[in-house]
């Protein structure tokens, strides 16, 4: 069975997704959707017939579809349970979940690229101005990351134990939107030695921005040295 990934080499959601199907060993094809070529690709009646929401990830499973990159990977945790990448008490369980839902959902998604053009396009916010509101509910989010993973005896190599698993590929993403933003990253030194250790796999280092088949550039993030 190989699934179709429709992605944006920079979107964080599909990002996620990617690192899931590579701890996974799952067959995918990558379907570029560029979101500002042509006003954006994702923007088109053809896409929008397959996600109503207009973003990307979207997973297809043979004739099925799946928008929404957490439900994309517990979907994957539930076909193919291992790797696990959620632990096996509920309360952890829990706690994982929550994690990487403050990333997914109260992090990623006021500094995602609809947000931002908003501010500028239709409320006429500076340059400047974004980028202010970007490292601002960045850091707020990252510090309280920081605070819950340093001082929480489930934290191994990775964000639970020492395999990598939910939190992990929330993280990882944002991370790497954060360097590229030129956030001061020296605060999260828990975050930072998670990220180097993801960084170190090949489910990791496969999904990444440069790696991918519609990536623009060279070298867009440059992580710092351990």
């Known amino acids: 069975m190989t699934y179709k990934l429709y992605s944006f080499w920079r979107s964080s959601a599909a990002f996620r997704v990617r690192i899931a199907l590579n701890l996974k060993g799952m067959d995918y094809e990558i379907i570029p959707v560029h979101l500002s070529k042509n006003g954006g690709n994702q923007l088109s009646e053809e896409y929008g017939k397959k996600n109503p929401n207009r973003l990307v990830p ?103 134990g020492d395999q990598p698993g939910l939190i992990d590929l929330c993280l990882v993403p944002q991370l790497f939107n954060a360097l590229s933003a030129k956030v001061d990253v020296s605060p999260y030194p828990t975050l930072m030695r998670i990220f180097h250790e993801c960084m170190k796999l090949p489910a990791f280092i496969n999904a990444s921005w440069e790696r991918q088949i519609d990536a623009e550039g060279l070298n867009p993030v440059a992580p710092p040295q351990e």
């Open 58 to 160: 979207v997973l297809e499973d043979g004739e099925k579809s799946i928008h929404q990159s957490l439900a994309m990977i517990e979907y994957l945790e539930e076909v193919k349970p291992e790797p696990p990448l959620l632990p096996t008490l509920a309360i952890d369980r829990a706690w994982v979940r929550a994690l990487a839902m403050d990333i997914a959902c109260d992090i990623h998604p006021i500094n995602n690229v609809r947000v931002l053009r908003y501010l500028i396009k239709k409320l006429g916010i500076s340059s400047e101005a974004k980028d202010e509101w970007y490292q601002h509910w960045v850091k707020t989010g990252l510090e309280s990351l920081e605070k819950q993973l340093s001082s929480d005896a489930r934290v191994g190599k990775f964000a639970y």
